[in-house]
């Protein structure tokens, strides 16, 4: 069985461009959440999907949003792309948002010229 | 201060030692999970807790929730352990995780 899978895995953009982000949970996980990871420091929580309905929110502007799809699968983007959007853009795909594992994508590289 | 904290940031070991990484949080949880990354980013969950004590093969993890405590422990450490390794805790609704800064583990030969 594929585990969590997440496309582009590389991807160079221009500020001010949009960006649209995907990931694959695991067959079967209805849990989808996104991280940012900038170069050196520990990832952070974007956002949180649990059966198609945002369940969590981190720290971050409204140029960030997402949305999951009916077959769970699900998108990030970023709209007006800063330099200080550069990043590794985790996904973490989940049974259920309570107690369950975590498991997670190989990520994709964002970088903002 | 970080809810997240981990000890140490950087850990240099020989072939053959046993190595312990720390982290103590300040938020109540619902789990705790230990998370191994390589170069180029890919995270590998190594073990999910919330009482006690896990073991899989050379790694160990405990977990103490009265002091907000926990440790990874990796027995007979050899190179290819040489990785950055992540303690991150789940709040108790289960809709987030909150991450630590990552210890940069390199174990020479």
């Known amino acids: 069985d594929a585990g969590v899978t997440q496309s582009p895995t590389h991807l160079i953009k221009t500020r001010g461009q949009h960006v649209t982000l995907r990931c694959s949970p695991i067959?079967?996980?209805?849990?989808v959440s996104w991280y940012q990871q900038v170069l050196g420091q520990g990832p952070q929580f974007i956002f949180q999907?649990?059966?198609?309905?945002?369940?969590g929110r981190g720290n971050f502007p409204d140029r960030f949003s997402a949305r999951q799809f009916p077959n769970y699968s699900s998108e990030l983007n970023v709209n007006a792309l800063l330099l200080g959007d550069s990043a590794l853009y985790l996904c973490?795909?989940?049974?259920?948002?309570?107690?369950?594992?975590?498991?997670f994508g190989q990520g994709t590289r964002l970088t903002v010229v | 201060k970080n809810e997240v904290e981990q000890s140490p940031q950087n850990l240099t070991a020989q072939e053959g030692e046993f190595i312990t990484i720390n982290c103590s949080y300040s938020?109540?949880?619902?789990?705790l999970h230990w998370l191994q990354q390589h170069p180029g980013g890919g995270i590998v969950s190594l073990f999910m807790?919330?009482?006690g004590k896990k073991k899989h093969g050379r790694l160990i993890a405990t977990i103490n929730i009265q002091e907000k405590h926990s440790s990874l422990h990796i027995t007979a450490s050899h190179p290819r352990d040489s990785a950055v390794y992540i303690c991150?805790?789940?709040?108790?609704?289960?809709?987030?995780?909150?991450f630590g800064e990552g210890t940069q583990l390199t174990v020479n030969p």
């Open positions: 973490a795909s989940s049974l259920a948002h309570a107690t369950t594992e975590a498991f």
């Open positions: 067959s079967g996980h209805k849990s």
């Open positions: 999907y649990y059966e198609k309905e945002e369940r």
């Open positions: 938020v109540g949880i619902s789990a």
């Open positions: 807790l919330s009482s």
């Open positions: 991150a805790v789940k709040n108790p609704s289960g809709s987030r995780l909150t």
